[in-house]
């Protein structure tokens, strides 16, 4: 199990990132991205803390974790910047929070994320061709969620995604605040499924995670 988008209680979770880490070893994970929601204030105090507890893990828990963060509720316009900002810092993992059908996102928030130096577009909502061709174009995944109300955007996508040949930029990722959430094969499965994947396009999707993890890990 790869997944590459969750949450501790640096923002809005509720488990340490070592917690996090051990449950998700439990579970049988490979790797984890530990993604605390930022802003530009809280950017450098979060990554630093999980860059400390990833440093601290590193070769000892059976999930490796991947210090990373999403850029979340940040103004179109400071995206690209604070997605840089992130990597200076050294964030493994760049992720933005897109935009979800159940929170106001600012509008150009898919866009911009799509012309940043980012990894995953989270929850994209009901992204359009252009946004999807340019992720593509930049090597951007867009995730499948299986957050409840976040998925509601997951089926769009899909179409969305076939209809371009591009179903090879999607992945699912839990986004994780309890520890309910960690997924289990049999509901990241069920989450590729119930988005309108057949049972080839579910084992591809799949496989992308580890490109992606690849991609990270470089």
Not at 3 to 8: I, K, M, P
Not at 21 to 41: E, I, K, N, P
Request: glycine residues 8%.
């Amino acid at each position: 199990m790869i997944d590459l988008h969750t949450h501790t209680f640096l923002s809005d979770g509720v488990l340490t990132p070592s917690e996090l880490v051990q449950r998700a070893s439990v579970r049988g994970y490979r790797a984890l991205g530990l993604t605390d929601h930022v802003d530009a204030g809280t950017l450098r105090p979060v990554l630093a803390a999980v860059l400390r507890t990833c440093g601290d893990l590193a070769g000892v828990t059976p999930a490796k974790p991947l210090p990373g963060v999403e850029i979340t509720h940040v103004p179109p316009p400071l995206i690209g910047a604070l997605a840089s900002r992130a990597r200076r810092y050294g964030a493994h993992l760049v992720v933005v929070h897109g935009e979800t059908l159940v929170e106001p996102v600012a509008e150009g928030t898919n866009r911009a994320a799509v012309e940043a130096d980012i990894d995953l577009l989270a929850h994209p909502g009901l992204v359009e061709e252009r946004i999807l061709r340019r992720a593509a174009d930049r090597g951007i995944y867009l995730e499948l969620s299986a957050r409840a109300g976040h998925s509601l955007g997951n089926g769009h996508l899909v179409s969305l995604a076939r209809q371009l040949d591009a179903l090879e930029w999607l992945v699912v990722s839990s986004d994780t605040h309890t520890p309910s959430d960690l997924l289990s094969d049999a509901r990241r499965r069920a989450v590729c499924r119930g988005a309108g994947l057949s049972s080839t396009e579910t084992t591809l999707v799949e496989r992308n995670a580890e490109r992606l993890l690849k991609k990270v890990e470089r």
